[in-house]
């Protein structure tokens, strides 16, 4: 009966070689999969690169297409539409006076 116990349990023991082949083979995997980090990373900023190549000047063509709508020596606030609110709609632009007491 032990015998049979015994030959049952050798064949699923890990010995120190099985452990220090199976460090090695869990090495070689960690660094396949950090080289493979390192190489996606380096994609992502060449691809941040040439999406900021290619939005950044679309950006300032826009922002200085505003400034030759703007005339000479006005500022971009003055030249801005003034908004115009309910009351001074109805009142012809003005604010309606108080009734000063008496």
């Given amino acids: 009966m032990a015998s049979a116990i015994f030959d049952a349990t050798h064949d ?3 010995t120190k070689q099985d452990i220090e ?3 090695n083979e869990m090495n070689l995997r ?3 999969v950090d080289h493979r980090i390192d ?3 380096v994609r992502l900023s060449a691809a941040m690169v040439v999406v900021l190549g290619l ?3 679309c950006i ?3 922002r200085a297409m505003a400034d030759e709508r703007t005339p000479a ?4 606030s003055a030249a801005a539409p003034v908004p115009r609110h309910r009351a001074q ?3 012809g632009g003005h604010h309606p006076q108080l009734p000063v007491a008496p």
């Fill in 73 to 76: 020596g006005v500022s971009k």
């Fill in 39 to 41: 190489q996606v990373v």
């Fill in 21 to 23: 082949a199976l460090r």
């Fill in 89 to 91: 709609d109805r009142t």
């Fill in 12 to 14: 699923n023991v890990a």
């Fill in 60 to 62: 300032s063509g826009r």
């Fill in 30 to 32: 960690f660094e396949q």
């Fill in 55 to 57: 939005s950044l000047p």
